[in-house]
Structure formats: structure tokens, C-alpha cells
């Protein structure tokens, strides 16, 4: 009992899909259309590929990263603390392609700023996904309670989402960023994110109570309630599978938010504090090296862009996916038949 | 027909408009004439056109009394005082009662052409010296009985030694006798509010206000007197009065004694100050006017001297902000020492280091302070050097005579063995209290730990956000914080080391100290209180009280347009010498 | 109605007291408001303290503090007795006096950014659904994510450093060297390429056609000095009037309608005329002047749209009062241009207009058009930076909304029933595409309002932003409280005007009464 029917009528409509997705699950069908996003996909690569170098660079559980300098260690200074990278081949004049010591060079006091730049990577992921999971679990948990029981349990908790909503994100972020950092600071950029991700599902819930208006009314529900289901089952077995695609478009938008705000906390000072790195941070306390030193200023920069870019068309990838009527390939099918 | 009945409404209508139109225009503008203008980027905005009560007693309120307001005296840069005679002099009559005459100039006058006289003294004694205050409060800081007249920013035990002070000099001069010697007589400052604009405000006239002044008894918290209407009514608006969000139609509010007086104000954006016609002094621009932008963000300070807006800056100091500053054409970097320092502290009335001389002296040998002096100062002052002083700043008088003989040169080198020697195999816990929210506190930390750890010292990390509330409180053993000074005087020594001082969070206790101290809140002669404090900080430094890390490091930029900029580290700030300024 | 309105204020207003409970209790709790005393090392600190526990009432448990602050602001809304309290600062500033000052520079910061985002959002997000899967489209889908993903501090900083100082360098040698006109000249061809679409020999025209342009302007600009002393000019000024003349007909009424067209020349030809007659009255307006003389042109748009008749006169005068208006704004274009060398050379400019902090030049002294070109060169970073945040939402929004619409069955019946296109897209497709878009205006004011605390950082913009990061660094709670208050409500009020407007826009949405 799925929505797979639905989906096999709609899209055979329109004549010459139906045999493309003959004997696949939805799940398939979903990851098979989110396959042939390029730019969906050339996004979740390169993220990877920046989860993988952050990770494995700075070190990750205790264990040591690759990298040979660590973002809190004191280096003597080399040559005054310039880049070492150099990407331009010796056969074009350049230096040859090489990191060199100091890949993006150093702080005024010596400390490796690629290391620096790694962990605020790392933290930056941190804080994505700690938000991303926790507003996922309790938005959906309080919107499909209030979608699903209606009544007095909706007031109550819609009220409440509205209690939170009226407070902007980032004014919320910045009173409850200082409050993690002044009684949290043991857990540091893990308490900032679980204090940040308590007050940030409400969007999120009201989308999924929306949907559970809609799919409680659904007649495979009913069919469900008639023969005997309890509630649990009819909605983590029933109405949940099928609203999943709201949950995680939403939270894989609502995490390349949440990378800005971070940053944008850190930068105002109510984020993740030093030692400890942020990208936001890192360039906040940079931002006056700007003429001198460039480097500083922009490299975390690009990160924070590369992340949260590639976050939003990994979401606006998956939002297509889910959504056959606004994907490209589905709608260049249609379109054939009706062009020609 | 129809065409016209539409048309001749419409027409009335425009021509009438085309009326107002006329009406509504404003003719040619002059055009715009500002020669001599500098412009100063401060931090904060302006709150009150007082720096003296304690809501005031801030920063750029004091800045800007020192634009607006005659003093008998200024701080230079090194910190000497040097009188205005051109404003008034400051006589010491005697040393035995300490007997203190101030005497106003002839042209002293305020900005609306009202003639400063010791009535306006009468006022500023009254504020400063408490006199009349007969509250006394609960643990809370209520007042549970009696009547708080002035509420003043300042201490005011030193002039609560004197007695009413006595007019002379056909109302031109007071003259302050003191019951006891007090020190710290020569900051005294007996000018603030114009009397006459608070008897106006208040509603009361000036001559019962001085009257009042003049008569009524010192106030007795153990037995206080019936409230007094005028100098209640008077204090009420001293209090609150001078307080401002933006420019009050009033003019009296914002009265100047000094070369400056305020024109105009766009709340939260600037200050405008012009030349005050009325100043006859010595003390006189170059320049024409003073506009005061305030801009929070350091950075944007900087974007704003290198864009031209505005042409001197005092933002807060980073080595990033001193170099991309160098890097800046047409603009001249100061840099100095702040009347800051942090320091690190050794807890004596409870943990490991409680009558433990050995243990103190072991750890003090294993900080680091020439790596931290690295890692911190260095890069925004190459020419740092150690801080080895608990009580003078380095590049006043007493600091080169002080570590002659203090012995804190002892400690300037890292010394392991040593430390290993003392402690023979002991491996003592010490919790070390600092600001987690400090990058330069948490490096100090980092620093002291690796170092203490390798003579055997097991070093716990007790660092806190709330690290000010625990002050004081027995949870640690070492503490790292800052100290921030206004660089002169002597009243601040009792406060930290006296062993019931306010500040005294470390529990130390020496009843030679504190004789000492004592002592010199009773010395009159600056050479002598040098050699009292000379002998404190040899104390200090033999009972192993802690070590100061580093002087904070402050910068200043200007632009090159405007000359006569000199790097200030102390409150007074850039415009510390303003009269000096030119613009080419 | 009456009802389902009173339900939702009295809702709100015990949200408002919810929210403003918790925030009062967090901003309590974030932090020591004694903190920098407990370093001071000067003889008054105990008095300092004690002052200070005794304004912000510190021996007050938070709870109970909030109520103490609840009392006093329950009286602003008591109409009359004027006894209205939000508190002090620690600073002994009342808040009161304070949000006025401060909403004043954060409203003028938001409402233009928010004005520059909807026009543009929407243009660019329309032109992207009906040039769906293009260039044009990727290229803008590409460009909106990216804005999307930028933090906005980063590019304001950006911005200071190559708008406004590398601006003002230029100008004070303002040539514009060969290699910058050939590349900005192929950028321009692009952009209009991709725009107008097309065929292949149409595209490759409009290419070479408005690179040339662009190439020929930049280099006349270069060459006589435009940059310091701009101006439209007499022919710049008549072609583009007849421009807006031209796409606003087409564009409202269709070229065919020859009596719209009509009223829009009549109106160019004034505007034209005017252009030269009213400089005299210009040079000393105020801006009440400028008012005036607004409502007198829509009232000669007006009277030309309606004698000039026809079957239907509403679109005569649509088409007029717009058109009239926009050239009217090109002539006071041109006259904040001619003021700008003034501007330009006055000491306290020096030169180098572009300006990256606060909003206005301190004792500046000037004309309306003085004033207004030292407002534009303010507000303009600023504005840029702020809008960027709802600028790339706005356009994926319109996007969305506009294709949502397209794909409808009465689009599909307009088409086959053979009106033109003009008129599909615009009365159809476009009115209906604007009903999502209203929501989501109205909730953007409040994250835009949010936004404002970075922004105003940035440029040195005392705003409620800035009172509130004051406030919360202390902490201080009474200005964070100030700042709450404003935005909560706004946020309600413009919650509730969005949910209103949809009624209104959409009859399937009707309030539960």
C-alpha cells in the first residue's frame, strides 16, 4: 500500500513512460530519477568529496587526520605565513602543482590555516546535519501527532510551532547560541547544534502536519483503521512512508540553512567560540586581513559556499526526484509526444 | 461641451496645485562649506552630556565632556598631569592639615555666556564627596533608610575627608581641607555640572541651592536627617537630567567650558561638534569641527578610514587590523600599551597553594610568559617585552626602579628543573580558573599547561563562561584574567592587594601589605608613593602572589591629512589632545 | 469575518506574550551582565555594580522580572494615559526612545531592499518559467542557488571592498580600459542573448546588436567623462522614454491598441518637454514640490488616457498614469545624475562618493537632490547585501509559480481559444502566479528584518539590529525585548496580512468564520 499506483496512472498517462518504470519500487524509482539529475549528482559528488577531505584531514572521532598540523597547534611562522599552494604547472612557468607546508597559509601566529579551514569544514558538517536530523525527528514526530490525532492535540502543538515561528531564525539562533556556549560549553559545536535543532523544526512541522491532513483522509487509511490498525501502525506503517518526501526535501533545505546561520552566528559572536573553529567564525576573525592577507578571507568562504551550494541543488535534486511533475526528465518525456 | 466640463475642473485643480508647488520650494541652498572638519570613528554612542552618575559612566560620555568641558587639569600621554591655568589653578596651601585652594580663571566661562563661578564648584564637591548622603541600604542595595542625594559614578571616600569646602576670591575660589592625608588629592577635579542649569531644571533658585550647600550638616546614616527639598530636587535632576537619545531642544543641557560645544546629533549615526565662541582659554583648535561617527564594527572602522569617511579610528587592536592598516596609503598607524594587563594569580586562603611557598614559587617557574608574550602581543607590538611589575606600568617612572629590585626577573625564563627540584617527585593538582570565551585567555592556558605539565604539575582545566561569577569563589587554585586600570592614582591598590579589599578574589593576605598600602593612601608626595609601591611589589613578588603575563596592546590610526595625532592608552582616548589637530 | 479576525488577535496576543516570556527568560540567562566589571581595577567598581544591579533589577529572579517588565509595557497598550515603559538599558537609556530612532534606519534598509527584490525577483523568475530549460534559465537557476548559499556578511565585506573603495579609486581616474569594455561588452551580449532567445541568427543578432551597444556606450562614458559629471542627456532621455512608452503598451495593452499607444506617446512628448521646462523649478523643490508635481502628472495621464476615448478607456489611462510616471522618474534620475558632481566635490565626499558606513554623511549641507544622491550612495550597499537573501528566493518562487500556473487547463483553454500570448501570459498567467508570491513577501519582511542584525553590522547601520546584538551581548534583556516587540508583532501583522491577501486573491481560500 503505497503511492506506487498513483504514480504508475499519472505517469503512464502520458504513453511511453509506463515501461520505464515497470517492476520498480518507488524507492527506485525515486533514486533512479535522482541518478539522472547531472547537476543533483555532480552537487552530492562534490559535497562528498568535501565531507571526505575534511574529515579525513583534520581526523575525526580522536583518531589523527592525515594532515600534518593540527587547527589549535602553534607552528613557527613560514615566510610569513604565505600560501603554500601552487597550482600552475612548471611547464606553464609556475611552481608545479604542490601543497606545500602551508597550503593556504598561516595565521599571524603561526597556526596552519588549512588545518583551520578542515575543521571549520568539520564543524560546519556538524552543525548540518545535528540540525538536519534532530528538526527532521521532531518535526515530523509533532506535525504527524497534530496531522493525525486533529482536535485539542493540534491547537496544542500548532500553537506552540507558532509560539517558536513568531521569533525570527536567526534572533532565536543568537539568544540560544549564547545560552549554549555560556552553560553547554563542554559539548561545545555538539551542544550549540542540539540547543540550535530544538528550535528549528517548526517550519518543518507545519509542512508535515499539512501532509498528514491530507493523507489521513486517504481511503487506503481508512481501509487501514477498518481492519483493525492501531494508530502507530497506521501512521508509521501508512501515512509516514508516503509523506517522507516532504520531510526530506524540507530538511535537506532546512541544512544549507543551517550552515548560514551557523556562520552567521559565529560571525555576530553567539556562535561556536576559540579555541574551536567555524567557517563563520574563522572568517569573522579574518575579515580584516581582507587587503593584506586575501587567503584568510577567502578561503573559508569558498567552503561555505561550495557546501551550502552544493547542499541546495542536492535538495533541489531530491525535491525533483520526489516530484515527477516538476522533474526535468519526466517532463521532457511528456513533452515529446506532445511536441511532435 | 462634455470636453470642457471635464477640463475646467482639472485645469482649476493644476493651476492650484501649481500654486502650492511654488509654495513648497525652497530656494537656492548655500552651498556647502566645511573647512576644517575631522572626523573621529568612536565605538559608542553618546548617552548623556555627563560622564558622572553612574548611568553615564561610560566611555564615550567621558569623551565627550573632554571636547566640551575645561578641566584644571589633563592627562598627557605619559600620564602627567598637566594644569590648564587658563582655566584655573590648583594650589597645595598645606601638607599638614592637607589643605587644597582651586582658584577659577577670570574668563572662565560657560558656552551661553554664564560666567563660571565656585557655585559651580559648590555643585561638583556636593556630587563628588557624598557629604550630604545619609542612606543606608540592605545586602540587596536598597536603600532602607535616610536619603541618597547625588548618584555618582565615582569613589568618594577620598573627598568625604574633607571638610565643607570655604568660598573665596569674590566667589572664584573653594578651598578643601582634609582631615587626613589623602593621596590621591591631585585627581580631584572639583568642576562638573553648570549650577545654573540645574537649580533651573530642578526648580529651584541657585542661591537656595548654594545656601543648601553651604548649610546643611553632613549626613549620618546611623541617624539620618529630614530630607532637604532643594538639594533633593536638585541631585534628582544631576542624577537623570543630563541624559539624552538625541539632540534636546534645550540648549542649557549641553552647556560647554571648553573649545568645542555640540551642534548636532543624528541619534546612532554621529555627533557634531563646532567651535564654542564663548571659550577665552588657551587650549584652542586648529580646526573647525569635530564630527564624531559612531561605528561599532572594527573592521568597518577600518573600511571607513581607508574609504575617506572618516580620519581617525581607535578600534579595538588585532594584529590583523594593525597590519591591513599598515597596508593602507595615506594613513599613519599608532601603536601603544593600554592601561591593561592580563595576569595570572595564585589562590592563597584555600587549595594547593595555601601556605604553600614552595609549591607556588615551583609553578610560577613554569610559565611560559615569553611564549605567551609571543604568541599574543608580539605580533601586534614586535618591540613587547616581559611585563614584570604587579602595580606600575611599563615607561612610567617607578616601573624601571621597580624591577631593579623586585626580583621578578627571576621568573622571566622557564625554568623546569627548577621547578622539579622544589617539587622532588610531588605531582600536586592545580585547577586553573580563565575566560573560555577569550582566544587570548584560552592560549594563555594552553600554554601554561603544557609547561606546568612537564615538571610534574597535573594542571585541570577550570576554565568557564561565567568564569567573573566564580571569582573569589575557592573552586580554583590559579586564575588568568585582565586587569583594567585608569593608569593613575593610588586608590586602586588597597582595592587588589589589601586583604579586604573588593578585588582582592585570591584571599591574599600580608600585614605588611596591608600596612603599606594603607600607608599610602595617606602619602602625599608621588616620590614617596613610588617608594611604598616599589616596596609592595617586592612583597608581592617574594610571597609568590602570581605573575602579569602582558600589557594589552592598543592601536590608533589616522589619516594623513590630519597632523597632531598622539597615540593615548589611557580612557581620555584619540582625542585626548584634540587642540593640537590640523587638517592640511 | 468579524469573528474569525477577533479569534485570530486574541490568538496572537497570547502568542506574543508566550513568545516574548521565553525570550525574555533566554536572554536572561545568556550571560553576566556584571562581567566587564569583575576585571576593573578602578577605586569606583563596587559603586559601578551596584548601580548597575539596580537598574536592570538583577536581584529580581528572571521569572518575576519579566512580569516587573510586562507591567510596564502593558501600559503602552492602554491607550491615552501615555504612561507607556519598556524599560531601561544599562546604559539608563529609556528603550522607548530608543526603537523609534533605530526601527526608522532598519525600516528605510528593509523596504528598499524589499521593494528592489520583488521587482527584480519577479521579473528574472518570470522570464526563467517562460524561457524554461534554457541557458537563460540554468544560468539563472545556477546564479539564484548561489546568492542563496552566500553568507551575506561575506558579501557585504566583498562589496565595501570592490564597490565602494574600488569605485571610488576609479573614479578619480574614471577610463575604462579596452580589455574591461571588450569583456563587459561580451557579459552584455550574453545576458540579451539569452534573454530574447530565439533562433540562431536572431541570437547571434541581438548578440553583436547589444554587445556593439554596450561596447559604444561604455566607450562615449569613458571618453567624456560621464562617470564623474552622468547625466541621460537629451537623446539618452527621449529613447528611453519612448522606450517604457513602447514596452509598457505592449506590455499592458498590446501594440495593436493604436490610442493606448497613442496616450503613451502624448505622454513621452510631455515628459520630453518637461524634461527641458522644469529644470528651473527642479533646482529648488523640496520634496513636497516633488509630490505635487507627481499627483499633477497622474492627473494630465489621467485626463490625456480619457479624451483620447476609444472602447475602452481604463486601459488608456492604465497605460498613461504608467507611463507618465516612469518617465517622470527618468527625469528626476537625471537630476540626482547633475547633482552628483556637487555631491562629489564637497570636503566631506572628497571625492569618493560610495560610502560604506552608516546612513548619511554627518553636517552634510545641500539641495534635496544633495541629500538624496547622499542617501543613494548609503543605502545602495547596504540595500545590495540585504537584498541578496530574498532576491534568490523571491525568483525560485516566481518560477515555480509562474510554470504551476502555466500548466493549468484554463491556460491551455485562453491559448486554444486563441488570444494572443500577450495576453495569456499577462492577465492570465501572471495575476494567478502572484497569489503564492504574496505569502511569501509578507513572511519574508520578517526574515529579512532578521537579516538586518548581520547587514547592519556590517555598514555600521545603528538599527534594531544592532540594538539587539548590543542587548544580547551584555545581556541586557529590555532591548532585546524592545527589539522582540517590534518584530514579533511585525511578524504577526504580516502573517496575518498574507493569510488575508489569499482570501482576498483567491476565492477557493475562504476564513472559517
Known amino acids: 500500500m503505497s503511492l506506487e499506483p498513483e504514480i504508475n496512472t499519472k505517469v503512464s498517462a502520458s504513453g511511453d513512460v509506463a515501461p520505464l518504470t515497470e517492476g520498480m519500487s518507488q524507492g527506485r524509482l525515486i533514486w533512479k530519477r535522482f541518478l539522472r539529475n547531472k547537476v543533483a549528482m555532480g552537487s552530492l559528488v562534490i559535497f562528498l568529496a568535501i565531507v571526505v577531505l575534511s574529515l579525513s584531514a583534520s581526523g575525526v572521532f580522536g583518531m589523527q587526520g592525515w594532515w600534518k598540523w593540527k587547527y589549535n597547534e602553534l607552528v613557527p611562522l613560514e615566510n610569513g605565513g604565505a600560501p603554500t599552494l601552487s597550482l600552475i604547472p612548471e611547464w606553464l612557468g609556475g611552481d608545479g602543482i604542490h601543497l606545500g607546508n602551508h597550503p593556504f597559509g598561516q595565521t599571524l601566529i ?81 551542544g550549540l547544534s542540539i540547543v540550535l535543532g530544538l528550535f528549528l523544526w517548526t517550519g518543518l512541522a507545519r509542512l508535515v502536519r499539512g501532509e498528514f491532513l491530507t493523507l489521513r483522509e486517504r481511503e487506503y487509511v481508512d481501509a487501514a483503521r477498518v481492519s483493525g490498525a492501531r494508530d502507530a501502525r497506521i501512521i508509521f506503517r501508512h501515512i509516514l512512508p508516503n509523506a517522507v518526501g516532504v520531510v526530506i526535501v524540507s530538511t535537506t533545505l532546512l541544512m544549507a540553512a543551517a550552515i548560514l546561520l551557523e556562520t552567521g552566528l559565529s560571525f555576530l559572536g553567539f ?43 542536492i535538495g533541489d535534486g531530491v525535491r525533483d526526484a520526489f516530484d515527477p511533475r516538476q522533474s526535468r526528465f519526466v517532463a521532457r518525456k511528456m513533452k515529446e509526444p506532445a511536441d511532435s | 461641451m462634455k470636453f470642457q466640463r471635464i477640463v475646467a475642473p482639472v485645469s482649476v485643480a493644476a493651476v492650484a496645485a501649481m500654486l502650492i508647488t511654488g509654495c513648497t520650494t525652497t530656494g537656492d541652498q548655500p552651498a556647502a562649506q566645511t573647512g576644517g572638519t575631522v572626523t573621529v570613528a568612536e565605538v559608542n554612542e553618546l548617552t548623556a552630556f555627563t560622564s558622572s552618575t553612574s548611568a553615564s559612566n561610560l566611555d564615550m560620555n567621558g569623551k565627550f565632556m573632554g571636547y566640551t568641558r575645561s578641566s584644571f587639569f589633563y592627562l598627557d600621554n605619559k600620564l602627567n598631569l598637566i594644569p590648564d591655568k587658563s582655566f584655573g589653578t590648583v594650589e597645595k596651601t598645606s601638607d599638614d592639615p592637607l589643605t587644597v585652594k582651586y582658584t577659577l580663571a577670570k574668563t572662565a566661562t560657560w558656552s551661553d555666556g554664564t560666567p563660571i563661578t565656585a557655585d559651580d564648584m559648590l555643585l561638583a564637591w556636593a556630587a563628588f564627596s557624598g557629604f550630604f548622603n545619609d542612606a543606608s541600604y540592605d545586602d540587596d542595595g536598597n536603600v532602607t533608610g535616610g536619603t541618597a542625594y547625588f548618584d555618582y559614578a565615582g569613589d568618594t571616600s577620598g573627598l568625604a575627608l574633607a571638610d565643607r569646602p570655604v568660598v573665596g576670591d569674590d566667589n572664584m575660589s573653594i578651598t578643601l581641607t582634609y582631615s587626613e592625608p589623602y593621596a590621591d588629592w591631585s585627581l580631584i577635579n572639583p568642576i562638573d555640572a553648570p549650577i545654573h542649569v540645574v537649580a533651573d531644571h530642578a526648580g529651584v533658585s541657585q542661591a537656595d541651592l548654594v545656601n543648601a550647600i553651604m548649610t546643611m550638616p553632613r549626613g549620618d546614616a546611623a541617624a539620618p536627617a529630614p530630607v532637604n527639598d532643594v538639594l533633593k530636587k536638585a541631585a534628582d535632576f544631576w542624577n537623570t537630567g543630563f541624559d539624552a537619545t538625541s539632540l534636546p531642544t534645550d540648549k542649557s543641557l549641553y552647556l560647554s567650558s571648553a573649545a568645542f560645544v555640540l551642534d548636532a546629533w543624528v541619534p546612532k549615526e554621529s555627533i557634531t561638534l563646532v567651535r564654542n565662541k564663548e571659550y577665552k582659554g588657551s587650549l584652542v583648535p586648529k580646526i573647525d569641527k569635530i564630527v564624531v561617527r559612531f561605528i561599532g564594527d572594527a573592521q568597518a572602522q577600518v573600511t571607513a578610514l581607508k574609504n575617506g569617511e572618516v580620519d581617525i579610528i581607535n578600534p579595538q587592536a588585532s594584529a590583523d587590523t594593525i597590519k591591513s592598516l599598515e597596508a593602507i596609503k595615506g594613513v599613519t598607524t599608532l601603536t601603544g600599551d593600554q592601561f591593561s594587563y592580563d595576569h595570572l594569580d595564585l589562590t592563597f586562603n584555600t587549595g594547593v597553594f595555601q601556605n604553600a611557598p614552595d609549591l607556588r614559587e615551583a609553578f610560577l617557574k613554569t610559565i611560559p610568559r615569553q611564549q605567551i608574550l609571543d604568541a599574543i602581543v608580539t605580533p601586534m607590538n614586535p618591540n613587547a617585552e616581559i611585563y614584570d611589575s604587579q602595580l606600575f606600568f611599563p615607561g612610567t617612572d617607578g616601573y624601571a626602579e621597580t624591577i631593579k629590585s623586585n626580583g621578578a626577573s627571576a621568573f622571566d625564563k622557564v625554568d623546569i628543573d627548577g621547578a622539579m627540584a622544589i617539587l622532588n617527585g610531588r605531582t ?114 617574594s610571597d609568590f602572589y602570581g605573575v602579569p603575563l602582558f600589557v594589552a596592546p592598543g592601536v590608533m590610526a589616522h589619516s594623513n591629512s590630519v597632523t597632531g595625532v598622539v597615540y593615548y592608552p589611557g580612557q581620555a582616548g584619540v582625542g585626548w589632545n584634540f587642540w593640537e589637530w590640523a587638517k592640511k | 469575518m468579524v469573528s474569525f479576525i477577533a479569534r485570530r488577535l486574541i490568538v496572537s496576543v497570547l502568542l506574543l506574550l508566550g513568545a516574548a516570556f521565553i525570550m525574555y527568560q533566554l536572554t536572561a540567562l545568556s550571560g553576566d551582565p556584571l562581567e566587564e566589571y569583575y576585571q576593573s581595577r578602578l577605586p569606583n567598581r563596587e559603586q559601578l555594580m551596584a548601580a548597575r544591579i539596580e537598574r536592570l533589577q538583577l536581584n529580581v529572579p528572571p521569572p518575576l522580572r519579566f512580569f516587573l517588565w510586562l507591567g510596564g509595557a502593558a501600559k503602552c497598550v492602554v491607550p491615552f494615559i501615555g504612561a507607556c515603559d519598556l524599560g531601561q538599558t544599562a546604559q539608563g537609556q529609556p528603550v522607548l526612545q530608543l526603537l523609534p530612532q533605530a526601527m526608522n534606519a532598519t525600516l528605510q534598509l528593509v523596504t528598499a531592499s524589499t521593494v528592489l527584490a520583488i521587482v527584480v525577483g519577479l521579473i528574472v523568475g518570470i522570464v526563467s518559467a517562460l524561457r524554461q530549460y534554457t541557458t537563460f534559465d540554468f544560468v539563472m537557476t545556477f546564479i539564484s542557488f548561489l546568492l542563496f548559499s552566500l553568507p551575506s556578511f561575506w558579501v557585504g565585506i566583498l562589496l565595501k571592498e570592490f564597490i565602494a573603495i574600488g569605485f571610488n579609486d576609479f573614479l578619480s581616474d574614471p577610463i575604462v580600459s579596452p580589455l574591461w569594455i571588450v569583456i563587459i561588452s561580451l557579459a552584455s551580449g550574453l545576458i540579451w542573448l539569452g534573454l530574447i532567445g530565439g533562433d540562431l541568427r536572431r541570437r547571434l543578432m541581438v548578440f553583436v546588436i547589444s554587445g556593439a551597444a554596450t561596447a559604444a556606450v561604455l566607450t562615449y562614458f569613458s571618453v567624456s567623462d560621464w562617470f564623474t559629471h552622468p547625466s541621460l542627456g537629451p537623446v539618452f532621455m527621449l529613447l528611453m522614454a519612448a522606450g517604457i512608452g513602447w514596452v509598457l503598451t505592449a506590455l499592458m495593452a498590446g501594440i495593436k491598441n493604436r490610442r493606448a499607444l497613442l496616450t503613451a506617446g502624448i505622454q513621452v512628448a510631455i515628459a520630453y518637454v518637461c524634461y527641458f521646462a522644469l529644470q528651473g523649478l527642479l533646482n529648488i523643490s523640496s520634496i513636497y514640490t516633488l509630490l505635487i508635481l507627481g499627483l499633477i502628472t497622474i492627473a494630465v495621464a489621467w485626463l490625456t488616457g480619457y479624451l483620447v476615448g476609444g472602447p475602452d478607456r481604463g486601459v488608456n489611462i492604465r497605460v498613461g498614469i504608467f507611463t507618465a510616471l516612469l518617465s517622470a522618474g527618468l527625469i528626476l534620475i537625471d537630476r540626482l545624475m547633475q547633482a552628483w558632481p556637487t555631491y562629489s566635490n564637497l570636503s566631506a565626499i572628497n571625492g569618493r562618493p560610495i560610502a560604506t558606513v552608516g546612513s548619511q554623511t554627518p553636517g552634510l549641507v545641500g539641495d534635496i537632490w544633495v541629500q538624496g544622491v547622499d542617501s543613494f550612495t548609503h543605502l545602495l550597499l547596504p540595500t545590495l547585501t540585504l537584498m541578496l537573501i530574498s532576491f534568490a528566493g523571491l525568483t525560485r518562487y516566481a518560477r515555480a509559480g509562474m510554470l504551476d500556473v502555466l500548466s493549468q487547463d484554463y491556460i491551455r483553454t485562453a491559448r486554444a481559444k486563441g488570444m494572443p500570448e500577450r495576453v495569456v501570459i499577462v492577465r492570465h498567467a501572471f495575476r494567478n502566479s502572484l497569489i503564492p508570491i504574496a505569502t511569501i513577501v509578507a513572511s519574508d519582511f520578517g526574515a529579512l528584518l532578521g537579516g538586518a542584525i548581520i547587514t547592519e553590522q556590517v555598514f555600521a547601520f545603528s538599527g534594531m ?14 532591548p532585546v525585548m524592545g527589539y522582540f516587540v517590534v518584530i514579533a508583532i511585525s511578524a504577526i501583522v504580516f502573517n496575518f496580512i498574507a493569510d488575508m491577501t489569499y482570501s482576498a486573491l483567491d476565492p477557493r481560500v475562504r476564513v472559517r468564520a
Open chain 3, 465 to 478: 539590529g544592532a540594538m539587539f546584538q548590543r542587548g544580547l551581548t551584555l545581556p541586557d534583556p529590555n
Open chain 1, 271 to 313: 556562535g561556536i567560540r576559540p579555541p574551536d573553529v567555524s567557517l563563520g567564525l574563522i572568517i569573522s576573525q579574518n575579515q580584516n586581513a581582507f587587503s593584506t592577507r586575501p587567503y584568510l578571507f577567502i578561503w573559508p568562504g569558498v567552503f561555505i559556499v561550495a557546501i551550502a551550494l552544493t547542499v541546495n541543488f
Open chain 2, 428 to 541: 600536586p593538582e592545580v585547577r586553573i580558573l580563565y575566560n573560555t570565551k577569550n582566544p587570548n585567555r584560552v592560549a594563555a592556558f594552553q600554554a601554561i599547561q603544557a609547561s606546568a605539565e612537564q615538571a610534574g604539575f597535573k594542571i585541570i582545566d577550570a576554565g568557564a563562561e561565567n568564569w567573573g561569577s566564580l571569582l573569589g569563589s575557592g573552586t580554583y587554585d590559579a586564575t588568568i584574567f585582565g586587569w583594567i586600570s585608569s593608569g593613575v592614582g593610588v586608590g586602586g591598590v588597597p582595592q587588589i592587594f589589601g586583604s579586604t579589599g573588593g578585588g582582592n578574589y585570591n584571599g591574599y593576605s600580608n600585614a605588611e601589605v596591608d600596612s603599606l598600602a594603607n600607608k599610602l593612601q595617606t602619602t602625599l608626595d608621588k616620590k614617596a608613593q613610588d617608594d611604598i609601591q616599589v616596596q609592595i611589589d617586592k612583597l608581592l613578588w
Open chain 1, 110 to 190: 603561526g597556526i596552519d590555516y588549512f588545518a583551520m579551514t578542515m575543521r571549520g569544514v568539520q564543524n560546519s558538517l556538524i552543525v548540518m546535519f545535528i540540525i538536519g536530523i534532530l528538526s527532521a525527528v521532531i518535526g515530523t514526530v509533532i506535525g504527524a501527532i497534530a496531522g493525525y490525532y486533529r482536535g485539542w492535540v493540534e491547537s496544542a502543538l500548532m500553537r506552540f510551532t507558532d509560539l517558536v515561528i513568531v521569533i525570527p531564525v536567526i534572533v532565536l539562533g543568537a539568544v540560544v547560541g549564547k545560552i549554549a556556549s555560556e552553560h553547554f560549553k563542554g559539548l561545545g559545536v555538539i
